[in-house]
């Protein structure tokens, strides 16, 4: 008896589901030999994929081990329910029952997740082997995708229905269920900061009436676990460097289908800075000369945030002075008497590394090249930590992802590291409506527009408005921003506008142009943007004017004619606000120089300044109070000035005036501004009482006051003209609130001064939305 014929008296395999049984006699040891490898049941599949995919080849000898990784590899095809393999004669049979085939795929009772969403998350496809396995796995899928959007409630089933040539269509049957919703949200531990103010610095939500809209409510345990950071840096920020969390639970109520989170935490002392200074060992770097980028200062509060600001500054410092390995290390020294903590920064010589690549995972919308176009340094650079969590902040600061985790790895050598760039895409469209009502004149005016702050992935801002009035205002306007033109960090765009309104009685004026800019970094803190608009205005009424004692009212010969202003400008940008949605601390201001004579019909030069300091009264009241101060000033460099060359102020700069609201005017209401601005406004925010803080609901105490003066138009004796100085103030009461459609704002201001010609508007509001 030959080695085969032994084989065959008891070689084999049995296989049934996902299992299969190697069937062999105590005696058989050797190796066996087959001629030939018959098939059997492989209608659909066809007898050379099933040789194809087993290791036992004719003239070759095979063991049990061949047999055993044959019988897995058939089985992860997908296509057979059942697997055998036996010996007969010179012969190796493998007999097999197949799957039947899918025809098609369908989801049924699924309406918050549609057809396409869940076809993205399910593994089996139409023309696919129908796999018990497979499909247990895609229903799990699809539990976590209804997990991912607040509703852990779903039931999945599926239903078969056969049809022709051994083939069945599939249909996933969805019960959606109801949304799982956050009962509580809940902190232990905390005396210095209410749970209702934590609670605000979390981006989770307990569900309220509009949670279907914000979709804050849905939990996951990768947001319990950023929040739990998001809480670290809150504490850290506001002098409690020895806050830690000691535990982070979710509770699931299946009877309710609720969830309650409930934050363990233990906030130690709070602390200020004691004495701060630079160290430096590295050869070359004089530590005295980096003393001014120091931004903790002694007898502040602790502020982790100013710490890293700190070592940022210096390293780019240090990096560019040509030490690029160079690293700074805050070094603390803690006096628990007086709860002060020193800071050394100290500048070393760090470990010679070099970046090998930068891995980018999770981003499904934004492309690769937005992302990495963030850090300062790229493959082969030298290894910079500082740099990597500047980046990591600049990338947050986005609003491009929901998340942003920055990790390293080991590279190919001792001397490479790999960083890894998690991250999150969220939704970067907005819709806005604003509106403003005019008890003056009895009119409404409405605004919409909407905007995408990351056009196609691009990391690009397009925004387009439109707007009417019941004056017959009318208004256009269409902006583009590349942030990074020809790939470098250029914020390069335009802006195109028309404007037209009218009164039945008296005049139609209209405005049409557009602006080129382009606005580049000095700083982190610090830009400048140059520009170049070119406006064309025409006004037809009664008359137009110049500014200037030597020409009389009327000026008839540029009533109908289209007045041209072709000017340049530049603006000098200052931001150190610690939130630019809902600050607490910081100045944002800005210096604007323009210049009007390049062509056209207006030759001036004409400055202005903007600038807002946020400071927050209480931290534990969540009280913040801002100041804000504007003025400007306008002189012609040729001739005389035109009317719309000079300032129009009004309720955009004190509250219960309508725009262009404040100052001279002719009898028709026609605005003729002024030479010469100053307003101030004094703020103060706070949550409104009795509300849960994080529901985003704020009210607002503010006074406003300022003069628009310099006017030297002669009406003629048909209006009012004046040059004065005269104060114009208010005082008001307001209500913010960061709604499902976007921060949403209502002021009631009340003039306490004013002249009589000026134009008043009580009510305010405005309105944005997310999607």
Same mark, same amino acid.
């Given at each position: 008896?030959?080695?085969?014929?032994?084989?065959?008296?008891?070689?084999?395999?049995?296989?049934?589901?996902?299992?299969?049984?190697?069937?062999?006699?105590?005696?058989?040891?050797?190796?066996?030999?087959?001629?030939?490898?018959?098939?059997?049941?492989?209608?659909?599949?066809?007898?050379?994929?099933?040789?194809?995919?087993?290791?036992?080849?004719?003239?070759?000898?095979?063991?049990?081990?061949?047999?055993?990784?044959?019988?897995?590899?058939?089985?992860?095809?997908?296509?057979?329910?059942?697997?055998?393999? @036996?010996?007969?004669?010179?012969?190796?049979?493998?007999?097999? *029952?197949? *799957?039947?085939?899918?025809?098609?795929?369908?989801?049924?009772? &699924? $309406?918050?997740?549609?057809?396409?969403?869940?076809?993205?998350?399910?593994?089996? %496809?139409?023309?696919?082997?129908?796999? %018990?396995? %497979?499909?247990?796995?895609?229903?799990?899928?699809?539990?976590?995708?209804?997990?991912?959007?607040?509703?852990?409630?779903?039931?999945?089933?599926?239903?078969?229905?056969?049809?022709?040539?051994?083939?069945? *269509?599939?249909?996933?049957?969805?019960?959606?269920?109801?949304?799982?919703?956050?009962?509580?949200?809940?902190?232990?531990?905390?005396?210095?900061?209410?749970?209702?103010?934590?609670?605000?610095?979390?981006?989770?939500?307990?569900?309220?009436?509009?949670?279907?809209?914000? $979709?804050?409510?849905?939990?996951?345990?990768?947001?319990? $676990?950023?929040?739990?950071?998001?809480?670290?840096?809150?504490?850290?920020?506001?002098?409690?460097?020895?806050?830690?969390?000691?535990?982070?639970?979710?509770?699931?109520?299946?009877?309710?289908?609720?969830?309650?989170?409930?934050?363990?935490?233990?906030?130690?002392?709070?602390?200020?800075?004691?004495?701060?200074?630079?160290?430096?060992?590295?050869?070359?770097?004089?530590?005295?000369?980096?003393?001014?980028?120091?931004?903790?200062?002694?007898?502040?509060?602790?502020?982790?945030?100013?710490?890293?600001?700190?070592?940022?500054?210096?390293?780019?410092?240090?990096?560019?002075?040509?030490? /690029?390995?160079?690293?700074?290390?805050?070094?603390? &020294?803690?006096?628990?008497?007086?709860?002060?903590?020193?800071?050394?920064?100290?500048?070393?010589?760090?470990? $010679?590394?070099?970046?090998?690549?930068?891995?980018?995972?999770? &981003?499904?919308?934004?492309?690769?090249?937005?992302?990495?176009?963030?850090?300062?340094?790229?493959?082969?650079?030298?290894?910079?930590?500082?740099?990597?969590?500047?980046?990591?902040?600049?990338?947050?600061?986005?609003?491009?992802?929901?998340?942003?985790?920055?990790? !390293?790895?080991?590279?190919?050598?001792?001397?490479?590291?790999?960083?890894?760039?998690?991250?999150?895409?969220?939704?970067?469209?907005?819709?806005?409506?604003?509106?403003?009502?005019?008890?003056?004149?009895?009119?409404?005016?409405?605004?919409?527009?909407?905007?995408?702050?990351?056009?196609?992935?691009?990391?690009?801002?397009?925004?387009?408005?439109?707007?009417?009035?019941?004056?017959?205002?009318? @208004?256009?306007?269409?902006?583009?921003?590349?942030?990074?033109?020809?790939?470098?960090?250029?914020?390069?765009?335009?802006?195109?506008?028309?404007?037209? @309104?009218?009164?039945?009685?008296?005049?139609?004026?209209?405005?049409?142009?557009?602006?080129?800019?382009?606005?580049? /970094?000095? !700083?982190?803190?610090?830009?400048?943007?140059?520009?170049?608009?070119?406006? %064309?205005?025409?006004?037809?009424?009664?008359?137009?004017?110049?500014?200037?004692?030597?020409?009389?009212?009327?000026?008839?010969?540029?009533?109908?004619?289209?007045?041209?202003?072709?000017?340049?400008?530049?603006?000098?940008?200052? *931001?150190?606000?610690?939130?630019?949605?809902?600050?607490?601390?910081?100045?944002?201001?800005?210096?604007?120089?323009?210049?009007?004579?390049?062509?056209?019909?207006?030759?001036?030069?004409?400055? @202005?300044?903007?600038?807002?300091?946020?400071?927050?009264?209480?931290?534990?009241?969540?009280?913040?109070?801002?100041?804000?101060?504007?003025?400007?000033?306008?002189?012609?460099?040729?001739?005389?000035?035109?009317?719309?060359?000079?300032?129009?102020?009004?309720?955009?700069?004190?509250?219960?005036?309508?725009?262009?609201?404040?100052?001279?005017?002719?009898?028709?209401?026609?605005?003729?501004?002024?030479?010469?601005?100053?307003?101030?406004?004094?703020?103060?925010?706070?949550?409104? /009482?009795?509300?849960?803080?994080?529901?985003?609901?704020?009210?607002?105490?503010?006074?406003?006051?300022?003069?628009?003066?310099?006017?030297?138009?002669?009406?003629?004796?048909?209006?009012?003209?004046?040059?004065?100085?005269?104060?114009?103030?208010?005082?008001?009461?307001?209500?913010?609130?960061?709604?499902?459609?976007?921060?949403?704002?209502?002021?009631?201001?009340?003039?306490?001064?004013?002249?009589?010609?000026?134009?008043?508007?009580?009510?305010?509001?405005?309105?944005?939305?997310?999607?």
């Amino acid at each position: 008896m030959n080695a085969v014929s032994a084989v065959a008296i008891s070689a084999g395999v049995a296989a049934s589901g996902a299992g299969a049984v190697l069937l062999v006699s105590a005696g058989y040891a050797e190796a066996a030999v087959v001629k030939r490898i018959d098939v059997k049941g492989a209608a659909r599949v066809g007898a050379e994929a099933v040789r194809s995919n087993i290791t036992i080849q004719p003239g070759k000898t095979f063991s049990n081990a061949d047999i055993d990784e044959s019988v897995k590899r058939l089985y992860a095809t997908g296509y057979f329910s059942d697997v055998r393999i @036996s010996v007969s004669g010179g012969a190796l049979v493998v007999s097999v *029952n197949e *799957n039947q085939l899918v025809n098609q795929v369908v989801f049924n009772g &699924n $309406r918050k997740l549609k057809d396409e969403k869940l076809q993205a998350v399910v593994q089996t %496809q139409a023309l696919s082997p129908y796999s %018990q396995s %497979q499909i247990d796995s895609d229903i799990a899928r699809i539990k976590e995708a209804y997990a991912a959007i607040g509703r852990n409630d779903v039931q999945v089933t599926t239903e078969t229905f056969a049809v022709a040539n051994g083939r069945v *269509n599939l249909a996933f049957v969805v019960n959606e269920g109801d949304r799982t919703k956050i009962g509580k949200i809940e902190f232990v531990g905390n005396n210095a900061y209410s749970d209702g103010r934590l609670a605000s610095v979390i981006s989770t939500k307990k569900s309220n009436f509009l949670s279907f809209l914000t $979709r804050r409510d849905i939990y996951s345990e990768a947001k319990m $676990r950023a929040d739990e950071e998001t809480l670290r840096q809150f504490y850290y920020n506001h002098g409690y460097p020895d806050f830690r969390i000691v535990s982070g639970d979710a509770t699931f109520d299946a009877n309710t289908n609720e969830y309650t989170l409930t934050y363990t935490v233990e906030e130690g002392p709070r602390y200020t800075f004691g004495a701060v200074g630079v160290e430096s060992t590295v050869s070359g770097v004089d530590a005295n000369e980096l003393q001014g980028l120091v931004s903790t200062r002694e007898g502040a509060t602790y502020n982790a945030r100013n710490v890293q600001k700190t070592m940022e500054a210096i390293s780019t410092r240090v990096a560019a002075e040509g030490y /690029p390995f160079a690293r700074v290390t805050p070094r603390g &020294n803690r006096d628990f008497g007086s709860n002060t903590v020193g800071v050394s920064y100290i500048v070393d010589q760090g470990e $010679r590394a070099y970046v090998e690549r930068i891995e980018i995972r999770g &981003n499904t919308r934004t492309r690769d090249y937005v992302i990495r176009r963030e850090f300062d340094l790229a493959e082969g650079d030298a290894f910079n930590q500082t740099m990597i969590t500047r980046a990591k902040r600049r990338l947050e600061a986005l609003g491009y992802f929901e998340s942003v985790n920055v990790s !390293t790895a080991p590279g190919s050598s001792p001397d490479r590291v790999v960083i890894v760039v998690d991250v999150k895409d969220q939704s970067t469209g907005a819709f806005g409506v604003g509106a403003g009502y005019s008890a003056g004149s009895d009119s409404i005016l409405l605004e919409a527009s909407v905007e995408e702050k990351n056009f196609l992935g691009r990391g690009q801002y397009i925004r387009l408005a439109a707007g009417g009035g019941t004056d017959d205002a009318r @208004s256009f306007n269409l902006s583009f921003t590349e942030p990074y033109f020809l790939g470098y960090r250029l914020a390069a765009g335009f802006d195109l506008f028309r404007s037209s @309104s009218s009164s039945e009685d008296y005049y139609d004026y209209e405005e049409t142009g557009g602006t080129l800019r382009v606005t580049a /970094p000095i !700083t982190e803190d610090l830009s400048t943007t140059f520009s170049y608009t070119y406006k %064309q205005m025409k006004y037809d009424g009664t008359g137009a004017w110049n500014v200037g004692d030597n020409l009389s009212y009327p000026y008839e010969s540029l009533i109908g004619k289209d007045w041209v202003q072709s000017s340049v400008a530049n603006k000098l940008n200052y *931001n150190t606000l610690d939130s630019q949605t809902a600050p607490h601390e910081g100045i944002q201001a800005q210096l604007t120089q323009e210049f009007a004579g390049l062509g056209g019909d207006s030759d001036f030069y004409k400055i @202005s300044a903007k600038a807002r300091a946020y400071y927050t009264l209480s931290d534990e009241a969540d009280l913040i109070g801002s100041l804000t101060v504007q003025a400007g000033h306008v002189m012609p460099t040729s001739g005389d000035l035109k009317v719309f060359d000079q300032f129009m102020i009004g309720g955009k700069q004190i509250r219960g005036f309508e725009n262009s609201g404040i100052g001279p005017r002719m009898n028709n209401g026609d605005a003729l501004g002024g030479t010469s601005y100053i307003t101030a406004s004094a703020e103060t925010t706070f949550p409104m /009482p009795g509300i849960p803080q994080d529901f985003g609901l704020r009210g607002a105490l503010f006074a406003d006051a300022g003069t628009l003066f310099g006017n030297e138009v002669d009406t003629g004796g048909e209006g009012h003209s004046s040059t004065s100085a005269k104060i114009r103030a208010s005082l008001g009461v307001g209500v913010t609130w960061a709604s499902p459609f976007g921060p949403l704002r209502f002021d009631y201001a009340v003039p306490v001064m004013k002249e009589d010609y000026d134009k008043t508007q009580n009510f305010r509001f405005s309105i944005a939305n997310q999607f």
